[in-house]
């Protein structure tokens, strides 16, 4: 490794290592620091804490709030809400562990000067739906940011986390990670007794229905990169859930979200004749999965099934009935706020394509798929369970330890917790805080010790990238394509496009069977096979070479488990065409997969589905 010799190795030491700076890490380290008095609590993150992650742009609304001080619900009505939602399948224990504590989240985020909507005549949280209170969002980030920064000992921003670190004695104990600094290039051996990952979920691993220069328009954040998955992947720990990708209804072409519009305004939908089409697929949603369709609320899934039926029928688009609603400034006033406050993009759509929702219903489409476990999904990492609450058989250790000892997680990163959202996370960065101090203190002399070899290795892997280009460019005197290297945009659109057409995306109309899954992971560990041929022009290019590596290993995992699930359980996030319906005798249970990095291979198991809550 000759180029970068003269890049400095920086080594932190901490108790508590967070990796990723946003919902969860944030709620991570402000909870190490209130048990872990005297402990070193470590952030460690790729952008800037102040606007990182999905909250960047903020938010308009707090989606997960029990309203317990005024008997609006109790955490047990969510976990119900959640198990409906996800076709009877979530983690009870730790949807539970989460209800039961995110009121008190919410109230601190109130403390830390979190503009609420109040309603005017009861005083209380403004509701937005059921368990959804509005909020003047803007600077949300900014606002939990603070709280994390001031319980930090430091707060590392722009190192990308790239690799684990395993213990030398202890082959399945966590010791710390390694990353690089995207402004100076340094290389950061971070070397912990405990790390919570908290890095957020996945977008672009499937086609986006924007390409070219629209590609940075999809739902969830572009910069949300897999490396919650990834991580933990390749240290072998269990994922669950991983075929449970989300896909959502959103405003074409801008991604707004649509939760205000169906909860606040009342808005409803139609097809292009202005008919209501759910009813008319309500008869052979049920064929395919029985009882779950008279569930309230509808399950986002069918919801989505409903809407694909009728544009599949030819009576698309589907709209949002928006005129009536914005005739009532207040609702107008609502209507635009919302995306003023959390996805600006829409509000400039609209102007741009001459929109007025007060003349004009504005189109609706559905998304590419995303993984990510916070939202009306349980994708992620198989994590042991709260000590008062969980099945023996979901506990094996400390709350939201996952199956690699001292490794711990939060928010996008856990499965089986749909439904949790920002306070959500947030909340279980709080809970996972909690749980690693005490498996510090327990550790006693008993300290994990990384390995010399394995950071210096892994320094020159981390470069490569970097060393391709630099070598392989000579060969070229214009252009992007070169003999010897690919650059991380070219691999990003053959993973895309994999995905796309072989394991459910758009193109195949959220469509696949197992000959199809079987030909897209070959293609995948064909893809694997070129990544030592990265090319990163710059620091700027290595931290997205190392983003396609993160999703392509979650890319691989995401398709192993479509093809181990034997059913359609989601109708309207993927079909197995081979496989139509859902299969409660067979399949009501967890799927779990762990990889081994040194073989390549995957292996996949069962779990049971513990029903804790009548
Ligand atoms: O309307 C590395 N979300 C909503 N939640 C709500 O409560 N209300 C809403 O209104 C929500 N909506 C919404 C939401 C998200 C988005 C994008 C939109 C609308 C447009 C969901 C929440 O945002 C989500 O649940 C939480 O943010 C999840 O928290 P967490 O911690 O799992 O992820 P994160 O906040 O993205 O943070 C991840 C951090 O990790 C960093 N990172 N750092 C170092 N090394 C690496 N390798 C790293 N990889 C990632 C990231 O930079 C980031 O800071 S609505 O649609 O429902
Ligand atoms: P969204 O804006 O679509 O991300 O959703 C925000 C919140 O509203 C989430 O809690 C969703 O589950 C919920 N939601 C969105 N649409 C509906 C709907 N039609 N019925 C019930 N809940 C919904």
């Known amino acids: 490794m000759g180029l970068f010799n003269s890049r400095k190795t920086i080594y932190v030491d901490s108790d508590v290592l967070v990796i990723g700076g946003g919902f969860g890490g944030c709620g991570a380290a402000y909870e190490s620091r209130h048990w872990g008095r005297d402990l070193k609590v470590v952030v460690v993150e790729k952008a800037n804490i102040e606007r990182s992650g999905a909250v960047a742009q903020g938010l308009y609304a707090i989606n997960c709030y029990m309203g317990m001080q005024w008997d609006e619900n109790k955490p047990e009505d969510h976990v119900r809400y959640a198990r409906n939602d996800l076709m009877g399948l979530v983690r009870e224990d730790l949807s539970y562990d989460i209800a039961r504590h995110v009121d008190a989240t919410v109230h601190m985020f109130e ?107 999809t739902w969830y954040a572009p910069w949300s990169s ?195 959202f920002s306070s959500g996370s947030f909340t279980e960065g709080r809970i ?26 892994l320094k020159s892997v981390v470069y490569q990238p970097m060393e391709n280009y630099e070598v392989g460019r000579n060969e070229i005197v214009a252009g992007t394509v070169s003999p010897s290297y690919l650059l991380p945009l070219h691999g990003l659109q053959r993973l895309e496009k994999i995905m796309d057409e072989y394991v459910g995306g758009t193109g195949t109309n959220y469509l696949t069977n197992e000959p199809m899954l079987t030909r897209g992971l070959e293609l995948l560990s064909m893809l694997k096979e070129d990544l030592p041929y990265l090319g990163a022009e710059s620091l700027h290019q290595l931290q997205r070479a190392w983003e396609l590596q993160h999703r392509v290993i979650t890319s691989e995992c995401v398709a192993q488990h479509t093809l181990f699930r034997k059913e359609t359980r989601w109708p309207g996030y993927y079909y197995r065409a081979d496989h139509p319906k859902l299969d409660d005798t067979n399949w009501h249970c967890f799927t779990l997969s762990s990889y081994d990095a040194k073989s390549g291979e995957w292996e996949m198991e069962k779990a049971p589905v513990h029903h804790i809550i009548d």
């Open 111 to 217: 403390e830390w000067g979190l503009p609420f909507m109040k309603d005017p005549e009861t005083g209380r949280y403004q509701r937005e739906g059921k368990w959804q209170i509005m909020i003047h969002g803007e600077s949300y980030k900014p606002i939990i940011a603070e709280a994390a920064r001031k319980a930090a000992t430091k707060v590392y921003n722009r190192i990308m986390v790239t690799h684990l670190l395993m213990d030398k004695k202890k082959p399945n104990r966590v010791a710390g990670a390694v990353g690089f600094n995207v402004r100076d290039g340094n290389f950061y051996v971070f070397r912990s007794k405990s790390v919570i990952v908290a890095a957020g979920g996945a977008s672009h691993i499937f086609k986006p229905h924007s390409v070219g220069e629209g590609m940075g328009r």
């Open 226 to 420: 897999a490396s919650a998955y990834a991580l933990p992947i390749q240290v072998g720990a269990k994922m669950t859930q991983m075929e449970n990708r989300i896909v959502l209804t959103r405003f074409k072409d801008g991604y707004g979200p649509v939760g205000a519009y169906f909860l606040h305004l009342k808005t409803t939908t139609e097809n292009a004749y202005g008919e209501n089409y759910e009813p008319t697929w309500y008869d052979s949603i049920k064929e395919m999965v029985g009882d779950y369709v008279d569930h309230q609320p509808v399950p986002t899934c069918l919801r989505n099934h409903a809407f694909l039926q009728e544009v599949k029928a030819g009576r698309g688009p589907i709209r949002m009935v928006t005129k009536e609603a914005f005739k009532d400034p207040h609702k107008e006033t609502v209507g635009w706020e919302n995306f003023l406050g959390m996805t600006i993009g829409q509000a400039v759509v609209w102007a741009s394509q001459n929109i007025d929702p007060k003349e004009i219903n504005p189109e609706l489409v559905m998304s590419e798929p995303y993984v990510m476990g916070s939202h009306a999904t349980c994708s992620g990492a198989w994590a042991s369970g709260p000590e008062d609450y969980a099945p023996d058989d979901y506990q094996w250790g400390y709350n939201r330890m996952m199956t690699v000892e001292g490794l711990f997680g939060a928010g996008d990163t856990i499965g089986g917790t749909a439904h949790k």
């Open 432 to 457: 996972a805080g909690k749980a690693a101090v005490k498996y510090v203190t327990d550790l006693g002399s008993d300290q994990p010790q990384v390995d010399e070899a394995e950071y210096e290795n």
